[in-house]
Nanobody
Framework: QVQLVESGGGTVQAGGSLGLSCVAS????????LAWYRQAPGKERELVAT???????NYAKSVKGRFNIAWYYDTNKVTLDMNSLKVEDSAVYYC??????????????WGQGIQVTVSS
């Protein structure tokens, strides 16, 4: 099993920056993909960015050029650096570990969610 603990959320003014962090711990051998999702009130959860264990990175069109995802393999940490923030970026952000293998099976795990609020 794996636990994902997020930190770094808060409130910033539009145009500012925030960094999110998600640390994975537990018993596992392989994680295929780490990702960040977000969900605003009244809307469905949307994919923000992904990074594979081989380093392949993808971003949603809405954040491309402003956000940066990184996987720090030595500490089992994935980060999301958010720059030039917009009001529409406000949401609860969740990290996800997909394709987690413990030697017997694969599972997906989610962080607890962390609030990001961008004020005008």
């Amino acid at each position: 099993q794996v636990q994902l603990v997020e930190s770094g959320g808060g409130t910033v003014q539009a145009g500012g920056s925030l960094g999110l962090s998600c640390v994975a711990s537990g018993t596992f051998s392989v994680i295929d993909i780490l990702a960040w999702y977000r969900q605003a009130p009244g809307k469905e959860r949307e994919l923000v960015a992904t990074v594979s264990r081989l380093g392949v990175i993808n971003y949603a069109k809405s954040v491309k050029g402003r956000f940066n995802i990184a996987w720090y393999y030595d500490t089992n940490k994935v980060t999301l650096d958010m720059n030039s923030l917009k009001v529409e970026d406000s949401a609860v952000y969740y990290c996800q570990a997909a394709g987690v293998y413990d030697g017997r099976s694969r599972s997906d795990y989610w962080g607890q969610g962390i609030q990001v609020t961008v004020s005008s």
